[in-house]
């Protein structure tokens, strides 16, 4: 159960707003200690955790027993093929999965469980300025906020050096450049895509996007992570194929 533990500390992580570095001298850890902590790993010792809990405002006690079955059960398998035989793993099983029951504390950053449906009405909404039919969920300036570049010009030009020059590495956050509030932005013409689509790449297979300028919505949910090349080249050429039917 590594990986539970891990997604509820990297969590923690991304509420503090601070660099691993500083978390680490915070918590009086090694930063890479704290690295395999996050990665899943390592399980950190509970003062640990608690110390991360307390960087993050949160209180660790409804993290107990996640780390208890973390630090007593086997590691959960990746979602990498077996190297032997090419055989996938389960990553999540669907009964007693991390996603089987509601979560300890809901985090902004992840965690949610939806439907494709939902998730479309989701990204109309947006599209819409925040209007879902004829009720306003959103105000037109919050959802302005959210789907514009908010990066500075140095944390522009830190991003374009990690993402855009290594987007082998980590598909799709080179390919749009920008960041909102809680999504990424196109901020320039790498693609067929236009300036100021936004949404998300998922490290689970999931793609989706909204388009303002088209007035366009594509959701692409796969079974299968990205722990191997295909899963990349799959959204790659989804978006491709959405982006050239509008002209078909």
């Known amino acids: 159960m590594h990986e539970e533990l ?15 570095r500083e978390l680490a001298r915070d918590v009086h850890v090694s930063s890479s200690s704290l690295s395999r902590y996050f990665s899943g790993q390592a399980v950190p010792p509970w003062p640990t955790v608690v110390a991360l809990c307390k960087a993050a405002g949160r209180d660790p006690r409804p993290l107990r027993e996640v780390w208890e079955r973390a630090k007593d059960g086997p590691r959960t398998s990746t979602a990498a093929p077996d190297p032997q035989t090419g055989e996938f793993t389960v990553w999540d099983e669907a009964e007693g999965g991390r996603w089987s029951k509601p979560p300890a504390f809901q985090g902004g950053g992840g965690g949610l469980v939806s439907t494709a449906d939902d998730y479309h009405a ?3 909404m947006l599209l819409n300025g925040g209007m879902y ?26 991003r374009d050096a990690m993402a855009r020059n290594n987007v082998h590495v980590s598909f799709g956050q080179g390919q749009h450049g ?50 191997v090349p295909n899963p990349a080249r799959l ?14």
């Open 6 to 20: 891990a997604g509820w500390l990297r969590q923690l992580r991304d509420l503090t707003g601070r660099s691993l």
């Open 122 to 124: 989701y990204f109309r």
């Open 133 to 158: 039919g004829s009720e306003r969920i959103l105000s037109r300036p919050a959802v302005e906020l959210m789907t514009t570049n908010r990066l500075t010009p140095d944390q522009q030009a830190a």
């Open 178 to 227: 920008g960041w909102g509030f809680g999504m990424a932005v196109r901020a320039y013409r790498g693609d067929y895509a236009s300036i100021g689509q936004f949404g998300w790449d998922g490290g689970s297979g999931t793609s989706t996007y909204a388009d303002p300028e088209n007035q366009l919505t594509g959701i692409l949910l796969t079974q299968v992570g990205m722990s």
């Open 235 to 248: 959204i790659h050429d989804f978006w491709t194929t959405v982006y050239q039917a509008i002209d078909g």
